[in-house]
């Protein structure tokens, strides 16, 4: 990691108006509509898509997909926790937020009944459980998380299994509560995934979400924090494994438009390729995208925020794109900082670690273990930290390092 | 009892253009179990490369030549493989190793040299022991390998490895450059007790002949050009430290 490929961008502590990089169009000023017809196809050359391949996103984005196929959504009955299907007319659904992108609205307009799962009290760890469509078909999924006022719960979201899937999930913490989120996208080599994660924390509420992406074919996931009222505050960190022919693509807006709250992004990459063809006949190249906006309004005085991404690339054969975006439309902010740093596992680490004996496969493990610690010792389950330890592991024994 | 021996060894290094420009050129020496032997030579002149390729560095390419460790050829060996047969390599620049604790990485290498996990409990003293012999703070095993260490930090690491990992050949690489008069002394003990029972041999490169008398060397080697120009015992250090390497390096250019 002793090369810096993108660079460290300079920190932006007490930073004034008209600091740091300000995009042309504003992120705080995207297009919103449940409506696929809304939006227009996509090319791939637009802002929003151009770090994608689109043909790989079988027909999502442009309205071939059939959303003919059911992904289910699993939740076990657990005491403080109430568990609804509900249709679209429900007035709770888009309390978290909307799509900006025509895939979002797709999945918006073709999902038949939404699951909506409410916490209450201090109920124990709700794991829910969503399996894809399966193999050739594709699904459209609503599934929205509420804790009540004051609660304090732990949501573990795994999705696995096969097939094509888009979906919205909403998040809507209430008033001074907290909720501890561990989203894993586990998918079967062939999987699409494409998801929007609309997070709105109420006041003085308290997110601890971590994303944990290993698996699929092709995962893209777009999450946007907003603040219902002051003191709210939203830790997001990730960690991605992108194996050989695998695009992982992460796509954060933090919109703070209310003073007093706090924002702190962590995500960390891990990337390894391979040269040439995979069986499945794609590339073996191994992709990431990191797109990291915050946008501090006018309003959201005494704001702090940071956000960080660090990839690491461990094989050639990989590529790491990572954009950090601050956009600070207020002088009076607490802190901000953002950065972004692509290195590389190098011969001399290696060379260093094996000249005392460690085998070649062991140091891998050890340099990456000790790049996505800082992630996984937040996951709140030990069983689960364990498990996607393990499963991290796993990935780096598959290219054969 | 164990023996390096190095003979005819011909290096090159492969250059950024994709060339390979020779740097060894033919280097003889053996180094046996209970011997000190120091290399002294100019900036260039090779030395560090003749530790690198003992090592394994991939960038060194052995044309020609042979590293045995007690009989058995070393250069087919892996990196790794080397250091569990015993050859250790206490570099002039060690490298950083962002994300993995100074103390995960001692007890890996210390599972992989000895074969097996050491015992927790024995271990964490063995460290601290060491650790504290080279006026270490124990706060070092949790920071990142050599991450932001001072030069003078990152050579007592070095040390710290070898009284962990307890090698049959050390070599030495400018392990006192850097250091002040202290910690060359402490270093210098550590290097001290690691030769202490006479089962072990120590290859130290140097400029320097203060550390020469921490560290008594049995022979000295003048290194110049690829190769060893001279041999001789301590007394050579005096003379090197008197009269500089030119005569040595007229003689190695003809
Ligand atoms: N990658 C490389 N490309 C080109 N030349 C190299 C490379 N690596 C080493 N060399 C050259 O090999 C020669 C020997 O270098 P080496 O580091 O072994 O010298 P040294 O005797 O250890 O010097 P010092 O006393 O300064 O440590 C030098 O001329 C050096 O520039
Ligand atoms: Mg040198």
């Known amino acids: 990691m002793t090369e810096v490929v993108s660079g460290l961008a300079p920190e932006l502590k007490g930073a004034k108006r008209g600091q740091g990089y300000v995009p042309e169009a504003s992120a705080g000023e995207r297009f919103r509509s449940t409506d696929v017809a809304a939006f227009e196809v996509p090319g791939g050359r637009e802002e929003n898509w151009r770090f994608t391949p689109m043909k790989r996103l079988r027909g999502l984005h442009d309205g071939t997909a059939t959303f003919a196929g059911t992904a289910s959504v699993d939740v076990p009955a657990v005491e403080g926790v109430t568990i609804e299907q509900v249709g679209r007319e429900d007035p709770r659904l888009g309390e978290a937020g909307i799509p900006q992108d025509r895939i979002a609205a797709a999945a918006w307009s073709a999902f038949r009944e939404a699951t909506v799962v409410t916490l209450d009290g201090t109920p124990g760890p709700v794991t829910v459980t969503v399996d894809g469509p399966g193999a050739g078909e594709s699904a459209a999924l609503h599934l929205q998380l509420r804790t009540t006022p004051h609660t304090e719960a732990t949501v573990i979201l795994v999705q696995r299994g096969s097939g094509v899937l888009a979906d919205n999930l909403e998040v809507v913490l209430g008033d001074g509560s907290r909720l501890n989120l561990v989203v894993t996208e586990e998918w079967a080599d062939d999987a699409v995934h494409v998801a929007a994660h609309h997070l709105l924390v109420g006041r003085d509420a308290t997110l601890r979400a971590i994303s944990v992406a290993l698996g699929g074919d092709l995962v893209r996931v777009s999450p946007t924090v907003r603040y219902a009222g002051p003191g709210g505050d939203a830790e997001l960190l990730g960690l991605g ?74 094989t050639e054969h990989a590529r790491a794109d990572s954009v950090p975006n601050l956009e600070i439309e207020t002088g009076e902010i607490a802190g901000a900082g953002h950065a972004s740093a692509t290195g590389r596992f190098d011969d001399e680490q290696l060379f260093y670690l094996q000249s005392r004996g460690i085998p070649e496969d062991v140091a891998r493990r050890l340099v990456v273990r000790g790049f996505f610690g800082e992630v996984l010792h937040k996951i ?7 498990r996607l330890e393990a499963a991290v592991e796993a990935e780096l024994a598959i290219a054969g390092a | 009892m164990s023996t390096l021996e190095i003979k005819d060894l011909h290096a090159s290094v492969t250059t950024a253009d994709d060339g390979l420009k020779e740097i060894l050129r033919g280097v003889d020496l053996t180094v046996r179990a209970g011997e000190t032997h120091a290399i002294m030579g100019p900036n260039g002149s090779g030395k560090s490369t003749l530790a690198y390729a003992i090592a394994g560095h991939p960038k060194y390419q052995i044309t020609s030549g042979e590293v045995l460790l007690d009989g058995e050829s070393v250069l087919e060996m892996t990196v790794d493989e080397r250091a569990r047969a015993g ?36 271990w964490v003293k063995e460290v601290k022991g060491a650790m ?34 307890k090698p049959k050949i050390a070599v030495l690489d400018e392990t006192d450059s850097g250091l002040d008069v202290d910690a060359l002394r402490v270093v210098s003990e550590g290097v001290n007790r690691y030769r202490e029972g006479g089962e072990t041999g120590v290859l130290l490169i140097t400029h320097y002949t203060r550390i020469l008398q921490h560290i008594k060397p049995d022979h000295v080697h003048v290194f110049s050009a690829g190769r060893i ?21 007229k003689a190695a250019a003809v």
Not at chain 2, 99 to 118: D, K, Y
């Open chain 1, 241 to 314: 494994f992108a194996d050989a022919g695998q695009h992982l693509e992460q796509r954060l807006l933090v919109d703070h438009a209310t003073p007093n709250c706090k924002s702190n992004v962590l995500y960390k990459n891990a990337l390894q390729g391979v040269k040439g063809t995979l069986t499945s006949g794609r590339q073996g190249d191994a992709h990431t995208v990191w797109i990291g906006d915050v946008l501090i309004r006018a309003a959201a005085e005494n704001t702090e925020t940071f956000e960080f991404n660090r990839n690491l690339v461990l």
């Open chain 2, 229 to 249: 120009v001279e041999s001789g015992g301590p007394e050579l250090a005096d003379d090197l430290e008197k009269n500089g390497y030119e005569r040595f390096v």
């Open chain 1, 380 to 386: 709140p389950v030990p069983e689960l930290r364990d």
């Open chain 2, 87 to 122: 050859l250790f390599l206490a570099m002039q620049y060690p490298v950083e190793v962002p994300g993995v604790s100074m103390a995960n990485f001692l007890r890996s290498a210390a599972t992989a040299v000895r074969g097996e996990a050491p015992k927790l409990r024995t």
């Open chain 2, 132 to 165: 504290n012999d080279l006026d270490i703070d124990p706060a070092f095993a949790d920071r990142s390998v050599n991450e932001g260490f001072s030069g003078g930090e990152k050579k007592r690491h070095e040390v710290l490895q070898l009284a962990l990992l």
